[in-house]
């Protein structure tokens, strides 16, 4: 079996005095999709932020790539080869689509090149002298996506997609991912729309309470539904 890319041990995260993750583990193999399922507030976005470094008061093991990441400060972070889109997609609103795209600084070998991204995002081909204010909200989240490719990240944190989108946009954003991981990207997604993250993923860790219940392979759904439900409240 593959080393996992990344490995999560003890993690525990913190807002303040809050204790918000309590010994988290995770492994995520190269070129997987990955996602975190659970009900809203039980830490699945704190497991992003703490692994990429926006949670500076954190413990336990961050080991990426054969590296510990845990004392390695967020501006460093990407360089090490790990890239986070929020749920809030964080785009320059003033700046055009190519000026967005030529903005974040290429870290590592492998990055898209632009008319590579036009190819996978033929939508931010067509808008790329709009500014970010004139983006339809699938627009957006695919150009904080394209802008994570620029940088030759090994690791994408997704952080719910689809919130939002037309379904129509869901399946594109579906369909990118997959053709992402054929590329080799390895993705960590924490999606509630599960019916999207069934589709992509190979694996889930189900949370709650700050903590990783169970992980099983996109195999085992059908017979976890029942476990799923339960927890999820669906």
Do not use: C
């Amino acid at each position: 079996m593959a080393e996992p890319l990344l490995r999560v041990r003890g993690l525990n995260a913190w807002y303040g005095e809050s204790h918000a993750l309590h010994g988290v583990d995770l492994d995520i193999l190269p070129g997987e999709t990955v996602t975190l399922v659970g009900r809203n507030g039980v830490g699945k976005t704190t497991t992003l932020r703490a692994i990429m470094g926006i949670i500076p008061r954190r413990t336990g093991e961050i080991r990426f790539d054969g590296r510990d990441m845990i004392r390695v400060p967020l501006h460093r972070t990407a360089h090490h080869g790990i890239g986070f889109v929020p749920e809030e997609r964080a785009i320059f609103s003033s700046l055009t689509v190519e000026e967005n795209l030529l903005l974040p600084p290429v870290v590592a070998p492998g990055g898209m090149e632009i008319a590579e991204i036009y190819r996978l995002f033929p939508n931010l081909e067509e808008r790329r002298a709009s500014p970010g204010t004139k983006l339809s909200g699938g627009e957006q989240q695919m150009l904080a996506i394209a802008r994570i490719l620029r940088s030759g990240v090994k690791l994408m944190l997704l952080d719910e997609p689809t919130e939002g989108l037309a379904p129509v946009i869901v399946q594109r954003i579906g369909e990118i991912l997959t053709t992402l991981k054929a590329r080799g990207m390895t993705v960590l997604l924490v999606e509630q729309n599960f019916r999207f993250a069934a589709k992509v993923a190979d694996r889930f860790y189900l949370m709650d309470h700050g903590q990783v219940l169970d992980g099983f392979p996109v195999s085992e759904l059908p017979a976890r539904m029942a476990q799923l439900t339960e927890t999820l409240g669906v």
